[in-house]
């Protein structure tokens, strides 16, 4: 059935001029009618030919055997008349219907089964496309009629002149998506020039190749009317985004909040996403759950691009006692060589998804990079560049302007409950500045970790450090409180750089 629904109505008639078939219609059933009523008057006039023929036969047949003949003169002529057009009818024609719907002959059957069949195959096919019984309700005729063979309508032509009555139904071009309707109008090109324009924005002089996301069929079948759409309507169908999820790799300076307000996202639509995740305590390389916006159908596209790539300059080590371990100079940068590089890049909407080199040639090759290595031993109190949590509670401020004592405010840190009484800890090595009470922070100690960085530690209840000391990471700095404009024991923890405040979340390990 499927096959019926799907065959244009041109192919079909072109098929049947390549059959030589007469015209359709009233005036093809007229001649076949014709040719039924000529065929039975030259019918009945051969039967008089051999009728005669017979006679003369039966009368010869009759002097062989003396008068003894074995069957009556008229019977043995019948007979002979209806042998004869038996022969002709089985040689040359067979007997047919011409069928009539509401007046109009469709075509030519050879028993009425064939139009009842095809009739029920309509009305089921019918039901389901328009979701309910629906029953043809046509006055069918039925004309006897004399045809060879080759003359007889096949049942996919009356099947798809039935279809073609039915007004809830319309013949259109489909357009499914992975087998998803997502649209149909009366003329192809309208589909075609759709999915060229949701392809055009992605497509430009380097691009070898376009394709879609998910697989995409145009067919020509059987719909209910009422599901025609125009074509701005089946567009923002195709670009409405749906909600999907991707991955995302932790970098330096990342904080999860950071994260989930750059992506769209709630903090809690976050933490749904990232159930095992400590919010408070992301580190470099680890994987979050990122909710990402994809469209309904995407376009793939492949360009091909060359393009000059930076070659890295081979790295040289000297050692240097007059540096601690862990630090480095470079002596000489060195410089970076160049290649020239082909290569077929896949793109989603726009985005990367896949780099293949194809090629790629040596234009300058890298001169070598030389770096002094510090041997000295480091002191305990050295800065090791990474910070740690000076004490570890809830947060019950963060980073930013927040609503507190009855108005917005900026605040410059992390607000950590602790118990009172708890160490807090250097967050890194180093130089202790300040160490005694201030304004608002309370109890207070400012360590300098160099270039231009430093922690600060308020509120506190103790202090067990004094200005000049040198402190190590790890190192029990003070005991925490509530001192200062505070509403409970807390540590309040900054980190600033060249002066400026950041956020902590960013930097902490």
């Known amino acids: 059935m499927d096959e019926i629904l ?61 008068g003894k003949p074995k069957m009556a003169p ?49 009305e089921d096919r019918a039901s389901k496309i328009l979701g309910y019984d629906y029953e043809l309700g046509h006055t069918i005729t039925y004309s006897s009629a004399l045809v060879e063979r080759n003359e007889l309508t096949p049942a996919a032509d009356i099947e798809n002149y039935l279809f073609d009555q039915i007004g809830a139904i319309k013949k259109d071009y489909v357009l499914t998506v992975d087998g998803q309707f997502a649209g149909a109008v009366a003329d192809r090109a309208v589909l075609d020039q759709l999915l ?15 394709d879609y996301t998910k697989k995409v069929h145009i067919t020509q079948e059987y719909i209910a009317a009422d599901a025609e759409q125009d074509a701005a309507s089946i567009m923002a169908a195709l670009t409405a985004n749906t909600n999907g999820q991707t991955t995302y790799e932790v970098q330096k300076g990342d904080t999860f909040m950071a994260l989930a307000f750059d992506n769209g996202m709630t903090m809690a639509e976050m933490e749904a996403l990232n159930p095992d995740v400590d919010i408070n305590r992301l580190y470099i390389g680890q994987i979050l759950n990122i909710k990402e916006e994809i469209p309904f159908l995407g376009v793939e596209t492949v360009d ?25 100079k470079v002596l000489d940068a060195g410089v970076p060589g160049e290649a020239l590089v082909t290569a077929d890049v896949t793109y989603v909407n726009g985005v990367e998804r896949e780099r293949n080199i194809t090629s790629s040639t040596t234009v300058r090759e890298a001169t070598e990079k030389v770096v002094a290595v510090g041997t000295k031993e480091r002191p305990t109190w050295y800065p090791t560049g990474n910070y740690i949590w000076p004490v570890y509670g809830n947060i019950t401020s963060r980073f930013g302007y927040r609503y507190i004592f009855g108005s917005y405010s900026y605040h410059s840190g992390l607000d950590i409950a602790v118990p009172y009484g708890t160490s807090v800890k250097a967050s890194d090595g180093g130089t202790v500045t300040f160490a005694g009470y201030k304004g608002s922070y309370g ?61 902590p979340s960013a930097y902490l390990n």
């Open 443 to 503: 109890y207070l100690v400012i360590i300098d970790h160099g270039n231009g960085e430093k922690t600060y530690y308020g509120h506190n209840s103790k202090l067990l450090v004094s200005a000049g000391d040198k402190v190590y990471q790890g190192q029990t700095i003070a005991k925490a409180g509530s001192t200062g404009r505070s509403t409970g024991s807390h540590c309040h923890f900054e980190i600033r750089i060249n002066g400026t405040s950041v956020n």
């Open 304 to 328: 091909a691009l060359t393009y000059t790539e930076a070659i890295a300059c081979p790295v040289r080590e000297v050692e240097d006692s007059s540096m601690y371990q862990g630090e480095s």
């Open 196 to 210: 060229d324009d949701l392809a055009a924005p992605y497509v430009n002089e380097n691009t070898i190749s376009v």
């Open 6 to 66: 799907h065959s244009p109505q041109r192919e079909l008639l072109r098929r049947r001029q390549r059959k030589g078939s007469t015209p359709a219609g009233g005036e093809r059933a007229e001649r076949l009618k014709e040719r039924f009523s000529q065929f039975m008057d030259a019918a009945s006039a051969r039967s008089q030919v051999l009728r005669r023929q017979g006679a003369r036969v039966y009368h010869r047949a009759s002097s062989a055997i003396a």
């Open 74 to 122: 008229l019977p043995f002529l019948a007979l002979s008349a209806v042998i004869g057009v038996a022969a002709i009818v089985g040689t040359m024609y067979l007997p047919a219907y011409v069928v009539t719907v509401d007046g109009t002959d469709v075509g030519v059957i050879r028993d009425r089964a064939v139009y009842e069949r095809a009739a029920e195959r309509v």
